[in-house]
């Protein structure tokens, strides 16, 4: 995994809520139950696991940053919370020393790209994006970012941050009301999310 120039905050609550689902669903298994529980759909339960055993077990996120100093207080916070050296801190720099091979999913948590901007993005170098199968773009506006198009150009799978958005909201709503939100009202939300974009882009 490599994450580009990312928060503290935001890279620590993350790998913070992952690091606990590992542990969550190793005790699971102990007790023989499936992971992802709680009367999500097989195929829902299916995606998680899949996703937590390639996160558990994955030699560990790269994250770039323009100081060395700045990514290494992130990586440094990722470890403390994991309970073992986990996460690495590189250059943005040194994007070029990662070895080869398309087995990275990239997580572009930077405003660059975003709108008015849309142009832009951190590394434009089409040989990084050749070692990325997924590119993940926390911004949701514009709906295809520059980050997001270079990743397809090299045959990789983009999506951006619109159902982080969406769940942040989601989450936040669960915890002050107790109230819990269907997958199905989630994905109606989002549906109606992305027409209010179309009609406001005029498409």
Not at 137 to 159: C, H, S, W
């Amino acid at each position: 995994m490599v994450a580009l120039y990312t928060p503290v905050g935001y890279l620590s609550t993350l790998f913070f809520r992952l690091t606990q689902k590992c542990h969550n669903k190793g005790e699971h298994h102990r007790r023989g139950d499936a992971a992802g529980g709680g009367g999500q759909p097989a195929g829902e339960n299916a995606q998680q696991s899949f996703f937590l055993h390639r996160f558990c077990h994955a030699p560990g996120p790269i994250l770039l940053k323009r100081t060395v100093q700045k990514a290494q207080e992130v990586a440094d916070e990722v470890n403390r919370i994991a309970g073992r050296k986990f996460a690495k801190a590189m250059s943005v720099d040194a994007y070029d020393t990662l070895p080869a091979g398309k087995q990275y999913l990239a997580i572009q948590a930077t405003s660059v790209g975003m709108y008015p901007h849309c142009d832009a993005a951190v590394i434009e170098d089409p040989a990084f994006y050749e070692k990325v199968h997924t590119g993940y773009d926390l911004i949701f506006n514009p709906p295809k970012t520059r980050f997001m198009e270079l990743v397809e150009a090299q045959g990789g799978k983009a999506y951006n941050g619109a159902k982080m958005l969406l769940y942040q909201g989601i989450i936040a709503f669960e915890l002050w009301t107790g109230c819990k939100v269907e997958s199905w009202l989630a994905d109606k939300v989002y549906e109606r999310l992305q027409e209010a974009k179309k009609t406001e882009d005029g498409k």
